[in-house]
């Protein structure tokens, strides 16, 4: 079984810039979640999507947004690219509808902001 | 908010060595709580979770974690460290929340050096 891909993995961006990273969850998971990691602040959460809804949001601001298509595959988008938004941006997929943590991790989309 | 802080950001064992890294947790009710395991460039992988049916949980490669409420704790341990246990491990907590999704609040990490 495939597990969580994550396109592209790697890409550099300049300040003012828009961004498209995309995600697909292993076969059969509903949920996607998104999470940024940084040196500085760590893993936070950005959103989790199930069945093409946005369940979860976490404190990052509107130009950080996402999607989930009906396949489960999932997009997110930063707008007005800053500096801080350098990171590691991860994407992981859990089987269903009840709260599990149990997540299934991709290897990240690295973003580098210029 | 559900918190957890894990004290240590880096740990320095001896192959061979007792593995343990310290997580303490945040809540007002029993949470959900696990520890992830990043290995250099890539993402996370579940270890082991904590979802109450008993409190000393096994996770893979040989850890574990003791649920310990009175002292709001979740320590990571494994007898004896391997080389490849090399890697940076993230304590989690998520709320107890029916159908509330997978929302996980991630500790700042612990970097794991095992020497020979």
């Known amino acids: 079984k495939a597990g969580v891909t994550q396109t592209p993995r790697y890409l550099i961006k300049t300040r003012g810039q828009q961004v498209t990273l995309s995600c697909s969850p292993i076969?059969?998971?509903?949920?996607v979640s998104w999470y940024q990691q940084t040196p500085g602040q760590g893993l936070q959460f950005l959103f989790e999507y199930f069945s093409e809804t946005q369940r979860n949001k976490g404190n990052f601001p509107g130009r950080f947004s996402g999607r989930q298509f009906s396949n489960s595959r999932s997009e997110m988008n930063v707008s007005t690219l800053e500096l801080g938004d350098s990171a590691l941006y991860l994407c992981?997929?859990?089987?269903?509808?009840?709260?599990?943590?149990?997540?299934?991790f991709g290897e990240g989309s690295r973003l580098t902001v210029l | 908010a559900q918190s957890v802080t894990q004290l240590g950001s880096h740990v320095s064992v001896s192959e061979g060595a007792l593995v343990l890294l310290r997580c303490n947790y945040s809540?007002?009710?029993?949470?959900?709580l696990f520890w992830y395991v990043q290995y250099p460039n890539q993402g996370l992988q579940l270890l082991l979770k904590?979802?109450?049916?008993?409190?000393l949980v096994k996770g893979i490669n040989g850890f574990e974690a003791e649920f310990k409420k009175s002292e709001t704790s979740f320590h990571l341990t494994k007898p004896s460290a391997h080389m490849s246990d090399a890697a940076e491990y993230f304590c989690?907590?998520?709320?107890?929340?029916?159908?509330?999704?997978?929302?996980?609040?991630f500790g700042t990490g612990t970097q794991l050096k095992v020497e020979l």
């Open positions: 904590y979802t109450s049916a008993a409190t």
């Open positions: 076969s059969g998971h509903r949920s």
């Open positions: 809540s007002s009710v029993p949470p959900y």
């Open positions: 989690a907590v998520s709320d107890r929340e029916a159908g509330g999704g997978n929302k996980l609040t």
């Open positions: 992981a997929s859990s089987p269903g509808q009840v709260n599990t943590g149990e997540l299934f």
